[in-house]
Nanobody, 119 residues
Framework: QVQLVESGGGLVQPGGSLRLACAAS????????MGWYHQAPGKQRELVAR???????NYADSVKGRFTISRDNAKNTIYLQMNSLKVEDTAVYYC?????????????WGQGTQVTVSS
């Protein structure tokens, strides 16, 4: 049974930082690309950062230069370092295995972790 557990969200002021974590179980973690998604209120969930098996990374334009995705295969965990946070980064953040079109390959999404950027 695949399980994705996100953590690390919270309330932060604009310009602040947060570090999110996602622990995965039930998959051969090191053989899968991983990604972070966010879903703002009233909007669709979208992929914002992706990391390949070998550690290559890709980012949505909206977070490029501010967010950094990383992975620790020994811990079956990925991270998202979020710097210079903006109000528009407010969303629930999820992790999943990204398919070629960016959709999440694992049907059972985790509960997500809420990130709120507000003064």
């Amino acid at each position: 049974q695949v399980q994705l557990v996100e953590s690390g969200g919270g309330l932060v002021q604009p310009g602040g930082s947060l570090r999110l974590a996602c622990a995965a179980s039930g998959i051969i973690f090191r053989l899968n690309p991983m990604g972070w998604y966010h879903q703002a209120p009233g909007k669709q969930r979208e992929l914002v950062a992706r990391i390949s098996l070998g550690g290559s990374t890709n980012y949505a334009d909206s977070v490029k230069g501010r967010f950094t995705i990383s992975r620790d295969n020994a811990k079956n965990t990925i991270y998202l370092q979020m710097n210079s946070l903006k109000v528009e980064d407010t969303a629930v953040y999820y992790c999943n295995v990204p398919d070629a079109d960016g959709s999440g390959r694992i049907a059972s999404w985790g509960q997500g972790t809420q990130v709120t950027v507000s003064s």
